[in-house]
């Protein structure tokens, strides 16, 4: 029998500190019960329960809008952050660019919620839009914060292209415009994905932002299951939570499955 070593055990120990609360939360989402502490017996009325919610199956569908809007537009302001910050020259203009895009990203959240809030107030005072806070305040708000993590990760890949192919192309007559999009898009589009997957994430779980930022009209997911918190917690909560990991291990299954497929065949080719 092969010995428990250190390595072995942190790595068990670490796993275990991770994973069971959510084992926890997933036997928990079966109970019988109304208390989510109590076992009472199996049973799978929460899920019905959570299905005849309107309030969260609104929340949750406003949530992957603002999302994935978000997300998109948080590419494409990167994106252009990152090009800027790459490939112009040194200088103040770009030295003042690369901090302001950064800054959200060691910011407190409830000081970036602050000052969206409190801009969206003025200009609704001066030029009289937005009219009300909404989804769409929301999504500009995500979209904001959301760049700054694109422009980090895009910035780190547009680094390490070689730019010598862009050059090339160039020299054999394509504009600068056809270059990004017909060159240097698909040797970033990696990077271009990750950015777009982590917006998504963080629009997703976001809370304080969105707190400050939307109205009566936009209630998120997380700000339902905060406001449900903090009046109790209720089973439905867990059977929702349930339903999330269920769905993103889905998707880390599949997208494991296409990867290892791609890397046998890469290396069956290369053989």
Partial sequence: MKKLNFSTFMLWAGMFFL???MFILVFYSFNESKLVTVWAGFSTKWYGELFRDQQILDAVWTSLLVA????TMAVIIGTMAAFVMTRFARGWGKLTLS?????????????TGLSLLLLFVHMADLFGWPAERGMLTVWIAHSTFCAAYVAVVVSSRLREIDRSVEEAAQDLGATPFKTFFAITVPMISPALVAGWLLSFSLSLDDLVIASFASGPGATTL????FSSVRMGVSPKINALATLIILIVSLIAFISWYFARRADIKQRASSA
Wanted: aromatic share 12%.
């Fill in 68 to 71: 994935f809007y978000a997300s």
């Fill in 99 to 111: 901090n302001m895009i950064t800054a959200p990203l060691v910011m407190p959240e409830v000081i």
């Fill in 19 to 21: 994973y069971a609360p």
């Fill in 222 to 225: 997380p700000m339902v299951v």
